[in-house]
């Protein structure tokens, strides 16, 4: 079992910025995908962000890119998102997810753990 604690979100003005971390315990492998989503209100949970073990290989949504950057750091197990130029339409709960294996993927089926979501919140 993987274990993964979000942290790091808020209330913030549009234009700000953000930086979720997600923290990893239990049984780690070399070889997982780390990842973030997020689910508004009355919307599914979509894809936002992908990074390989290594960190060499990143995958964003259209939506985000150019404004979010994830990265991880896997001395201390830990999975951030950089959220720059934040909109309200960014508003919503953002989960962690690890997916054991080494490729890509943007659909949540495809993640094995989950974390338990932080709230992100972008006011106008």
């Known amino acids: 079992q993987v274990q993964l604690a979000e942290s790091g979100g808020g209330l913030v003005q549009a234009g700000g910025s953000l930086r979720l971390s997600c923290a990893a315990s239990g049984r780690t492998f070399s070889r997982q995908v780390m990842g973030w989503f997020r689910q508004a209100p009355g919307k599914e949970r979509e894809f936002v962000a992908a990074?390989?073990?290594?960190?060499?290989?990143?995958s964003y949504a259209d939506s985000v890119k150019g404004r979010f950057t994830i990265s991880r750091d896997n001395a201390k197990n830990t999975v951030y998102l950089l959220m720059n130029n934040l909109k309200p339409e960014d508003t919503a709960v953002y989960y962690c997810?690890?997916?054991?294996?080494?490729?890509?993927?943007?659909?949540?089926?495809?993640?094995?753990?989950w974390g338990q979501g932080t709230q992100v919140t972008v006011s106008s």
């Open positions: 990074v390989t073990w290594s960190g060499g290989m990143t």
């Open positions: 997810a690890v997916r054991e294996g080494v490729y890509l993927r943007r659909t949540y089926g495809e993640y094995d753990y």
